[in-house]
T-cell receptor, first 113, second 114 residues
Framework: GESVGLHLPTLSVQEGDNSIINCAYS??????FIWYKQESGKGPQFIID?????DKRQGQRVTVLLNKTVKHLSLQIAATQPGDSAVYFC????????????FGSGTQLTVLP | NAGVTQTPKFQVLKTGQSMTLQCAQD?????MSWYRQDPGMGLRLIHY???????DQGEVPNGYNVSRSTTEDFPLRLLSAAPSQTSVYFC?????????????FGPGTRLTVL
């Protein structure tokens, strides 16, 4: 069946280091991918998105990489800060779909002082 | 703008009781959705709406009803609560379909069914 999954359920990094969070997807029809950040007790917050016609997209301290060949995307956070500690979800969809998004199970990122 | 608001924040029900989770947005968004999030899992789509008067089922619709009488409001009704419906419920809205606009999430309602 269709699924979006994450390689690692938890990730701990030292403050100031770079973080890499990975995600695999299996729906070949998906052409739109999003990363969300969810802090404890809050709803998901949009971080960055990427379409299937791109391999890389950069935002402020974040970069998303998409490898369509192996159906894999990653979120890179530069100079990780304590405020980055949260659960990160990838989500996928077909662009223009009214059915909204299919989410992965999430990775808990912990930033160590 | 208040964004997406949800009430209540917490709710405890007994098996068989019914209730309505409220969701409202003041951004004039056409698209609204309800998701549930179980421990250690991602969000799963329950129902969604592409505009007032139009609703459709998502991935896990059983046991839930929705209606969309106005653009602003999208309530989720639990017909007869079951322990399996214990979860955190998130409402989301966007101006356009997936890929055309960012989806904004509310703060969530934590529901426990005893």
């Amino acid at each position: 069946g269709e699924s979006v999954g994450l390689h690692l359920p938890t990730l701990s990094v030292q403050e100031g280091d770079n973080s890499i969070i990975n995600c695999a997807y299996s729906n070949s029809a998906s052409d739109y991918f999003i990363w969300y950040k969810q802090e404890s007790g809050k709803g998901p917050q949009f971080i960055i998105d990427i379409r299937s016609n791109m391999d890389k997209r950069q935002g402020q301290r974040v970069t998303v990489l998409l490898n369509k060949t192996v159906k894999h995307l990653s979120l890179q956070i530069a100079a990780t800060q304590p405020g980055d500690s949260a659960v990160y979800f990838c989500a996928e969809a077909r662009s223009g779909s009214a059915r909204q998004l299919t989410f992965g199970s999430g990775t808990q990122l912990t930033v160590l002082p | 703008n208040a964004g997406v608001t949800q009430t209540p924040k917490f709710q405890v029900l007994k098996t068989g009781q019914s209730m309505t989770l409220q969701c409202a947005q003041d951004m004039n968004h056409e698209y609204m959705s309800w998701y549930r999030q179980d421990p250690g899992m991602g969000l799963r789509l329950i129902h969604y709406s592409v505009g007032a008067g139009i609703t459709d089922q998502g991935e896990v619709p059983n046991g839930y009803n929705v209606s969309r009488s106005t653009t602003e409001d999208f309530p989720l009704r639990l017909l007869s609560a079951a322990p399996s419906q214990t979860s955190v419920y998130f409402c989301a809205s966007s101006y356009g379909a997936v890929g055309t606009d960012t989806q904004y999430f509310g703060p969530g309602t934590r529901l426990t069914v005893l």
